[in-house]
Every structure is written in structure tokens, then in C-alpha cells.
């Protein structure tokens, strides 16, 4: 990368716009790899059009090109190397418009997922997509992911959530598929293209969201459980009594949960010795009968002994407290993290198959498996986490044991680096070749995170 190159990108961007590889280096990697950051320049362009001028240069150069979001992702998808041009979109984080009468925000891709939520909330909308990472995940990481988290149940994934969206092409050129409507039928629905792609076949700038009125009640419990046919028939209770109100359903596994409420981690709110624990969370527009109705399920539940005990918070801080059992697994951590999906009806034998498997194939292994259940989501921590030296073997055994399961290896975190010598597992080679041929379409000289995704 001559001096020359970079004085062209200083003249698009500013020399604030600009960082070298020491300023890199002090930024997290993500946190899940604490490794420093490399890359020989970080671009930080503040338009949609500094950002088509960068990639105008870097195409014409075959100069690779690394977009970051919040760097929260634990798949390496926004890892550089020494040699690489990083771009970040910290420098846009406007929500550009709010309508609503359609119920849409246009909102920037370097805006912070809870900056978005919270700003929304004051407009008096929700924007339902949340994650652990909500507070430095951004926008366009969410959809070039196509992220998750606990509300699918309900709202769907990223993608069910983003009506337009514009993005700049591996050549510069700018591709508006901004459109606000929820049905648009015109041809080819271009913006799936970049939803998902991980930033392998454009970089994403703007964005239009659907927004929904912000619940009047909100109802949550923890309840435990002691089988998971009874945490099937407690979903199956809740879906059909709260009659679509339902919008968060998370399990966590006995281990997980005995392991976060231990003497390094937070208190637990129900009695550790049970097999399966349980967030269940519902909002609806009626605070007084919703109340009613989600405790008259409670009752039910207990009564039947489809559930054994459960708390209810009474304060949002007690919900918080909730959560955090949840969301907080720093003390099950170092561990392998993985991220698949399957349907409900193949859990058990799945993780019964993955208890097994480590049990006799690595000495003192251990899978600490929670998730969101509802939607076929299954997150693993494996330990010990010991220096590396034992991830292929672990790799090998939480993916194999998907065979024959109808699972994938990827639930909402993507591919990244870590894992496409996987992705055979999940996509058939007719799928492969399809994926194969758009990035080659699309970037021709392969400068769009590169080394990602696809061998």
C-alpha cells in the first residue's frame, strides 16, 4: 500500500477520518478474542458516498477491504490482516427519519443497536430486536449478520425487520433499495443479497426498520423444570394461552445455570438442583387483564406440574436480576462458543449425543448448552478452553453430532472464518456453487472481506 494510495484515501475521508496500525492495534479484536486488532489503515467515512469512493479505489487497486461493525461477532468475520484496508461506519449514526404513520425508521449503519432502541423509545416505538450485545453491536453489523437474539420468537430475525436498505457495491457503485413498504413484489428483492453476507458482497450504509408500538405491560417469569418434554409442553401452554403475546423464550440447561449462579457469579433465583430453567417473557396492550392471564398460565402450569417452582419479578430491577442469569455467563467462561440450530423435536437427542460424545472422546469435557429454544436456537460453551489445543477436536464433535438432526451449524452468528471449513455440513454443494457464484458476480476481484464465508 504506497503513500500515494493513502493520500487518496485521507482525501476522501480527512486526516481524522484516518487511522494507522498503531491506533488499530489498542481497538478489541471482539470479545471473544482479546487478540490486537490488525490491519495497515482504518478508514472511518462519514457518507454513503466517501464510503463508494473508498471502495472505487480500493477496486481499482485489488486492495482488500475489511468492514467492522461493533466488533462483537464470535465468528472472526471482521478479522484483518497486516495488509488490509478496515472500514468502519462509526462516524454514521444518524436515525436520518422517523415515519410514523408506516411505522419506519431510516436509520444509519454505524449506529449502536440500545442508541437506536432507546431513541426510538422516546419516539414511542419499539424496535424489537435485542441482543446481549446490544450496547455496541451496530445496525449494519445486525444486518450483515443477520442477528437474532431473544425476540425471533415474535419479531422474526434481522431480516424480518428490515423493509429497504442501501448498500455500496465491491466497484463503488451505490445500490438504493431503500423502499418503506411492507409488500413490494417488484422483481428481484435485492436487499436479501446483503442481509447475511457477512460484508462479502457489499457494504451496507443505510437502513429502513420496522418499528412497532411500544408494549403497555409486560409480563416475565423463571421457572424451572425437570424434563424437557416439560419444557416443550410450557411453550406449547404459553403460545396457545397468551395468544400470540408471547415474545421471549429462553432455556437454560442445569449445568449452565449451576454454573453462572456459583460462587463467582450471580445469585441464583431459583434452587440450583433442577434440570432445565426457564425465561419466559409475554407483552400485550391490556396491563390488568395480561397480568391476569399470564399468571392464570402459571397456576395451570404448576398445578399440572408441567413446571416445579418459578419466581415472578415484581421491579424492573428483579427482571434485570432475571436476565443476567441469562445474558451474564462470564463464570462458564473461557470456553469454545458455538451457535447452531435444529429443530425442537431434536434437542435432547442432540445434546444427549454431544454429552456423549465428549464424555468419551475429551477427558473432563464439559457443554454448557442455553438458548432460545423457541426458535431452534442452541448456544454451547465447551471446556476447557485450553490454549486452543483442543478446538478441532471440539469443532468436530458439536457440528458432527448435528448429523442427521436437520440442524445447522450457524443459528444467528454467521460464518466468519471460524466457521466455513464447516458450512459443508449445513449447505448442500448446489447451495455452495449458487454462493460461489454470486460473490465471483458480484466481486470480481474478491476485496470484500475476503476469506470469509467460503473457502
Request: net charge negative; proline share 5%; glycine share 10%.
Amino acid at each position: 500500500m504506497s503513500a500515494e494510495f493513502l493520500a487518496q484515501l485521507e482525501s476522501i475521508v480527512g486526516s481524522d477520518g484516518l487511522a494507522g496500525p498503531e491506533a488499530i492495534a489498542e481497538r478489541a479484536t471482539s470479545y471473544w478474542d482479546p487478540s490486537p486488532m490488525q490491519g495497515r489503515v482504518l478508514v472511518r467515512p462519514r457518507s454513503t458516498a466517501e464510503v463508494s469512493a473508498i471502495l472505487v479505489l480500493c477496486h481499482a487497486a485489488g486492495q482488500p477491504v475489511v468492514i467492522q461493525g461493533g466488533l462483537t461477532g464470535p465468528v472472526e468475520g471482521a478479522v484483518g490482516t497486516p495488509s488490509d484496508v478496515l472500514v468502519s461506519l462509526e462516524r454514521m449514526t444518524a436515525i436520518e427519519s422517523v415515519d410514523p404513520t408506516d411505522g419506519v425508521a431510516v436509520v444509519q449503519a454505524g449506529a449502536v443497536l440500545q442508541n437506536v432502541q432507546d431513541a426510538l423509545a422516546a419516539e414511542g416505538f419499539l424496535f424489537p430486536l435485542d441482543l446481549g450485545a446490544r450496547g455496541s453491536c451496530t445496525i449494519g453489523g445486525t444486518v450483515a449478520t443477520n442477528a437474532g437474539g431473544i425476540n425471533v420468537l415474535r419479531y422474526g430475525m434481522m431480516r424480518h425487520l428490515v423493509l429497504g436498505l442501501e448498500a455500496v457495491m465491491a466497484d463503488g457503485t451505490v445500490v438504493s433499495s431503500m423502499q418503506q413498504m411492507l409488500k413490494n413484489n417488484a422483481g428481484y428483492d435485492l436487499k436479501q443479497l446483503f442481509i447475511g453476507s457477512e460484508g462479502t458482497l457489499g457494504i451496507v450504509t443505510r437502513v429502513a426498520v420496522r418499528l412497532f408500538p411500544i408494549p403497555r405491560s409486560r409480563q416475565t417469569v423463571m421457572a424451572a423444570a425437570d424434563s424437557f418434554d416439560a419444557v416443550i409442553g410450557f411453550l406449547d401452554r404459553l403460545k396457545k394461552g397468551l395468544a400470540g403475546t408471547l415474545s421471549a423464550y429462553e432455556v437454560m440447561w442445569n449445568n449452565y445455570y449451576a454454573g453462572v449462579t456459583g460462587p463467582d457469579g450471580h445469585r441464583a433465583p431459583l434452587d440450583r438442583g433442577h434440570a432445565f430453567y426457564i425465561i419466559a417473557e409475554a407483552e400485550g396492550a391490556n396491563p390488568g387483564a395480561d397480568e391476569v392471564r399470564f399468571e392464570s398460565q402459571l397456576a395451570d402450569a404448576l398445578d399440572a406440574g408441567v413446571i416445579v417452582d418459578a419466581v415472578v419479578p415484581k421491579s424492573d430491577t428483579e427482571r434485570e436480576a432475571l436476565w443476567a442469569v441469562r445474558e451474564g455467563f462470564e463464570a462458564v467462561l473461557p470456553g469454545y462458543i458455538y451457535d447452531v440450530s435444529l429443530p425442537i423435536r431434536n434437542m435432547t437427542r442432540y445434546v444427549d449425543r454431544l454429552n456423549a460424545m465428549l464424555d468419551a472422546d475429551w477427558p473432563g469435557a464439559i457443554a454448557y448448552v442455553f438458548g432460545h429454544i423457541a426458535d431452534g436456537n442452541l448456544h454451547i460453551f465447551t471446556a476447557p478452553h485450553d490454549g486452543g489445543m483442543y478446538r478441532e477436536r471440539s469443532d468436530a464433535i458439536v457440528y458432527g453430532c448435528l448429523e442427521g438432526l436437520e440442524g445447522s451449524v450457524s443459528a444467528e452468528h454467521g460464518i466468519g472464518i471460524e466457521k466455513k471449513e464447516w458450512l459443508h455440513a449445513t449447505k448442500s454443494p448446489a447451495e455452495l456453487a449458487v454462493m460461489r457464484s454470486l460473490k465471483t458476480t458480484l466481486d470480481p476481484r474478491n476485496i470484500l472481506n475476503p476469506g470469509k464465508i467460503l473457502s
